[in-house]
T-cell receptor, first 111, second 114 residues
């Protein structure tokens, strides 16, 4: 069966520090991968999606970047975090129009 | 304006009671509509998915309905349990688009009290 792993679960980082959140998928190949951010009381906002290795599409201009170095690995990064980067980040994968699975999320607090 | 509106924003019910959550959307044409349950601090978990041609879909005590004419969906929870306390998110996918174009509602925060 397919599983998605996202870590860390929580992270507290100082302003100006780098960021690396990792997401991996098991049990499938060539999945579509996504990074979302969820603000309190708001719907999920799509940040990046990838349809293959090295293929990244950015939905919202921001202080973040994404990379897909391997088929089932998706990384969310920042060189210098801002206070506004605080939030709940979710990784997700899909292999069809109907199947869509989220990771457990990372709570990022920038202080 | 968000294309997926959910109501109420929050709801408190007593354990054992039923409740209904609403989702109105303007996405058209649409491919499918999904309901997710999200526990606090966790990722959303799929409850139901319906295509435009389906009217109802059940998953245990959860029943989702869809009226494509009025562009409304509801999620009915029967005999609520404390573990039903969570946010419930409605997601609509436009027709012919990839999953990267899904439209998310802001969710309804349900609290079930003993």
């Amino acid at each position: 069966s397919q599983t998605i792993h996202q870590w860390p679960a929580t992270l507290v980082q100082p302003v100006g520090s780098p960021l690396s959140l990792e997401c991996t998928v098991e049990g499938t190949s060539n999945p579509n991968l996504y990074w979302y951010r969820q603000a309190a009381g708001r719907g999920l906002q799509l940040l990046f999606y990838s349809v293959g290795i090295g293929q990244i599409s950015s939905e919202v201009p921001q202080n973040l970047s994404a990379s897909r170095p391997q088929d089932r690995q998706f990384i969310l990064s920042s060189k210098k975090l801002l206070l506004s980067d605080s939030g709940f980040y979710l990784c997700a994968w899909s292999a069809s129009l109907y199947g869509y699975t989220f990771g457990s999320g990372t709570r990022l607090t920038v202080v | 304006k968000n294309q997926v509106e959910q109501s109420p924003q929050s709801l408190i019910i007593l354990e054992g009671k039923n409740c209904t959550l609403q989702c109105n959307y303007t996405v058209s044409p649409f491919s499918n509509l999904r309901w997710y349950k999200q526990d606090t601090g966790r990722g959303p978990v799929s409850l139901t998915i319906m295509t435009f041609s389906e009217n109802t879909k059940s998953n245990g005590r959860y029943t989702a309905t869809l009226d494509a004419d009025t562009k409304q969906s509801s999620l009915h929870i029967t005999a609520s349990q404390l573990s039903d306390s969570a946010s419930y998110i409605c997601v609509v996918s436009p027709e012919g688009r990839n999953n990267n174009d899904m439209r998310f509602g802001a969710g309804t925060r349900l609290t079930v009290k003993p």
